[in-house]
């Protein structure tokens, strides 16, 4: 049975969390997976409920982040304006560029439109400026180098 589009929208933002999380307090895999499926799936984001999330799908991306890490950040380093390196950038938005390009890398049963439009949408939860338009930009790069159509 596939899960409900809702239940993957959650599961991409508590992805990037974890990842998030991963980063900045250098948390360990087993364990950030094992707190999302018990604590935080369905937990309140922002001003509303973020739903229950598809937590095979968020297992998969997280995990798949993690195994192909030294694939994907290349990748997105050469698509980040002239200048900007992927460690430069603020660790929220990396987590969403890292998840964003391994779906569209490794998710093929996923359409790149419906990834990027997703990813665009976890930015915009978090970032009020342009980094929703960076995400798009680079993300649809992705997409097409990975001779997947883009939004």
């Not at 929208?9 to 707190?35: C, F, K, N, P």
């Not at 930015?123 to 997947?148: H, T, W």
Request: proline share 3%.
């Amino acid at each position: 049975m596939k899960a409900k589009p809702s239940a993957r929208s959650a599961a991409r933002l508590g992805a990037v969390q974890a990842l998030y999380q991963m980063d900045i307090a250098h948390t360990d895999l087993s364990d950030v997976l094992a707190e999302f499926s018990s604590v935080r799936l369905g937990e309140e984001f922002d001003d509303g409920e973020c739903g229950e999330a598809d937590l095979d799908f968020l297992k998969n991306l997280v995990r798949g982040v993690v195994k192909e890490q030294l694939e994907v950040d290349p990748l997105i380093n050469d698509h980040l304006a002239s200048g900007w390196k992927l460690q430069r950038i603020d660790a929220t938005l990396r987590a969403i560029l890292r998840a964003g390009a391994y779906e569209l890398k490794h998710r093929l049963d996923v359409p790149a439109k419906v990834a990027i439009s997703e990813y665009i949408d976890v930015a915009k939860a978090f970032f009020s400026g342009g980094e929703p338009k960076v995400v798009n930009g680079v993300l649809d790069n992705l997409a097409r180098e990975f001779g997947r159509e883009g939004v």
